[in-house]
């Protein structure tokens, strides 16, 4: 086969509109971090397992990895580094700080992104719905037990803020 | 892990999408939620030639009544058809399908071209005896789509094997409503949440004018090549724990490095107890409050 084709892809990236060329394959996991630098999002299993890549696609949790950027093309993309505002960091991102909900960082941006959607969708969830909110994401330092604490912190902390 | 190389095709329209695949013969591939296929890409178990994107078919991305049941489009994802509560026996197998995000993608149709024997919505659809609409190219311009309607026994003809051939889109599935005086439940086993269960069962209850038993399905998951469909309408009469015994004795499942083949059978025969108890209490307070 000749050399593969190339389609132009552009995404509104934290508001940003960014764009690059790229194969069918890439996926948006890639995609971001290779071709747009982001490398917030981060990459653990590549097989929409471990929940690492869980970014916003026009305000709904997904998997990058498991999205060709292709796909996509003239969406609406929110990352980790979107996740803050003018203020500084959200309350979903002082709440994990404030309640130690990481440990090494690592699954971190998709527990963000992930507990960003829940929150917006289920203002005030109960114990069962968090763990059931981000049981598609896997935490090897936590427990889960202060991860599950920083989501209700941050549900209080967007209720107070509002 | 990065997926090989194919041809990407986004039709707009579905008569690009069949002409595309029609082109593509057995080499083509539908993208859909890609929330099977985008692992199997990345893992390079499969290496399609093309890949026809349906995303952008919005005329596919439908859920809603029918005379007698629920149809839902190729291109409606799992989050949405948990979310209309169009069926009550699919809203209640949808939340056991993987996780809430990978639901955001993933389609209830695309799962059941995909046929993973452990998976929950083939199994459901099997039960309610639906079926799934194909639409093939017309071979010629300006001509409708031939469209032919399979049924689920027929549909489901091996693990990860469909009766959709190459050329061919499955374009929505008929989800039966429940009969009158019915009840339904959806138990299994899995060794963490949101993975594929090691068994399942889905059952159906339909109870007669008087309340006694007149129907008692089941169907089976991860413990065939094909969700596996038991009718013990007769054994229900001696009671529930025969019926799922019953069940249990119809199964074969294969060992493999999650599960010994006993074990499985086991499972069945709990999960089928379980499930036909639930689902006999919801049709009989139906009945009640009916």
Same mark, same amino acid.
């Given at each position: 086969?000749?050399?593969?084709?190339?389609?132009?892809?552009?995404?509104?990236?934290? +508001?940003?509109?960014?764009?690059? !060329?790229?194969?069918?394959?890439?996926?948006?996991?890639?995609?971001?971090?290779?071709?747009?630098?982001?490398?917030?999002?981060?990459?653990?299993?590549?097989?929409?397992?471990?929940?690492?890549?869980?970014?916003?696609?026009?305000?709904?949790?997904?998997?990058?990895?498991?999205?060709?950027?292709?796909?996509?093309?003239?969406?609406?993309?929110?990352?980790?580094?979107?996740?803050?505002?003018? !203020?500084?960091?959200?309350?979903?991102?002082?709440?994990?700080?404030?309640?130690?909900?990481?440990?090494? +960082?690592?699954?971190?941006?998709?527990?963000?992104?992930?507990?960003?959607?829940?929150?917006?969708?289920?203002?005030?969830?109960?114990?069962?719905?968090?763990?059931?909110?981000?049981?598609?994401?896997?935490?090897?330092?936590? +427990?889960?037990?202060?991860?599950?604490?920083?989501?209700?912190?941050?549900?209080?902390?967007?209720?107070?803020?509002? | 892990?990065?997926?090989?190389?194919?041809?990407?095709?986004?039709?707009?329209?579905?008569?690009?999408?069949?002409?595309?695949?029609?082109?593509?013969?057995?080499?083509?591939?539908?993208?859909?939620?890609?929330?099977?296929?985008?692992?199997?890409? %990345?893992? *390079?178990?499969?290496?399609?030639?093309?890949?026809?994107?349906? %995303?952008?078919?919005?005329?596919?991305?439908?859920?809603?009544?029918?005379?007698?049941?629920? *149809?839902?489009?190729?291109?409606?994802?799992?989050?949405?058809?948990?979310?209309?509560?169009?069926?009550?026996?699919?809203?209640?197998?949808?939340?056991?399908?993987?996780?809430?995000?990978?639901?955001?993608?993933?389609?209830?149709?695309?799962?059941?071209?995909?046929?993973?024997?452990?998976?929950?919505?083939?199994?459901?659809?099997?039960?309610?005896?639906?079926?799934?609409?194909?639409?093939?190219?017309?071979?010629?311009?300006?001509?409708?789509?031939?469209?032919?309607?399979?049924?689920?026994?027929?549909? /489901?003809?091996?693990?990860?094997?469909?009766?959709?051939?190459?050329?061919?889109?499955?374009?929505?599935?008929? /989800?039966?409503?429940?009969?009158? *005086?019915?009840?339904?439940? /959806?138990?299994?086993?899995?060794?963490?949440?949101?993975?594929?269960?090691?068994?399942?069962?889905?059952?159906?209850?339909?109870?007669?004018?008087?309340?006694?038993?007149?129907?008692?399905?089941?169907?089976?998951?991860?413990?065939?090549?094909?969700?596996?469909?038991?009718?013990?309408?007769?054994?229900?009469?001696?009671?529930?724990?025969?019926?799922?015994?019953?069940?249990?004795?119809?199964?074969?499942?294969?060992?493999?490095?999650?599960?010994?083949?006993?074990?499985?059978?086991?499972?069945?025969?709990?999960?089928?107890?379980?499930?036909?108890?639930?689902?006999?209490?919801?049709?009989?307070?139906?009945?009640?409050?009916?």
């Amino acid at each position: 086969m000749g050399r593969e084709r190339r389609h132009q892809v552009s995404l509104v990236v934290n +508001g940003v509109e960014r764009g690059a !060329e790229v194969p069918a394959r890439r996926l948006l996991s890639d995609f971001l971090r290779h071709d747009l630098g982001l490398t917030g999002t981060h990459v653990g299993c590549e097989h929409g397992v471990c929940g690492c890549c869980t970014v916003l696609l026009d305000g709904e949790p997904v998997r990058s990895c498991l999205t060709f950027a292709v796909s996509v093309d003239g969406r609406a993309v929110t990352t980790v580094e979107g996740l803050a505002g003018p !203020e500084g960091m959200s309350p979903v991102q002082r709440a994990f700080a404030e309640c130690h909900g990481l440990q090494c +960082g690592f699954c971190t941006p998709g527990f963000l992104c992930t507990v960003t959607a829940l929150l917006a969708e289920n203002p005030a969830p109960t114990d069962e719905e968090v763990v059931e909110g981000i049981s598609g994401n896997l935490c090897r330092c936590t +427990g889960y037990q202060n991860i599950v604490k920083a989501v209700h912190r941050a549900a209080e902390l967007i209720a107070e803020e509002s | 892990m990065k997926p090989p190389p194919f041809e990407y095709h986004s039709p707009r329209d579905l008569a690009s999408a069949l002409a595309a695949l029609d082109e593509a013969g057995a080499g083509g591939k539908v993208l859909a939620g890609g929330q099977s296929l985008i692992p199997l890409l %990345n893992m *390079r178990l499969a290496a399609p030639a093309h890949l026809v994107d349906i %995303n952008r078919l919005a005329e596919l991305d439908h859920v809603g009544a029918e005379p007698g049941g629920v *149809r839902v489009g190729a291109l409606a994802r799992h989050s949405r058809v948990e979310r209309s509560g169009a069926h009550p026996l699919l809203t209640r197998a949808l939340r056991l399908v993987a996780h809430p995000v990978i639901r955001n993608r993933g389609t209830v149709v695309g799962s059941l071209v995909h046929a993973d024997p452990a998976a929950e919505l083939p199994a459901v659809l099997a039960v309610l005896g639906g079926s799934v609409r194909l639409a093939r190219h017309p071979g010629g311009p300006g001509r409708e789509p031939l469209v032919r309607e399979v049924a689920a026994r027929d549909f /489901f003809t091996g693990p990860l094997e469909s009766a959709a051939e190459p050329g061919e889109l499955a374009v929505s599935a008929f /989800f039966p409503d429940l009969p009158p *005086r019915s009840g339904a439940a /959806f138990h299994e086993v899995a060794r963490r949440h949101g993975d594929y269960a090691l068994a399942g069962v889905c059952a159906v209850v339909t109870l007669d004018e008087a309340g006694a038993v007149a129907v008692a399905r089941a169907a089976c998951v991860g413990v065939a090549p094909v969700p596996l469909v038991v009718d013990v309408s007769e054994q229900a009469r001696a009671g529930w724990p025969a019926a799922a015994q019953a069940v249990r004795q119809a199964t074969e499942p294969e060992e493999d490095i999650h599960a010994s083949a006993d074990y499985r059978r086991h499972l069945v025969g709990v999960l089928a107890e379980r499930a036909f108890e639930q689902a006999a209490r919801e049709a009989t307070e139906g009945q009640r409050h009916g």
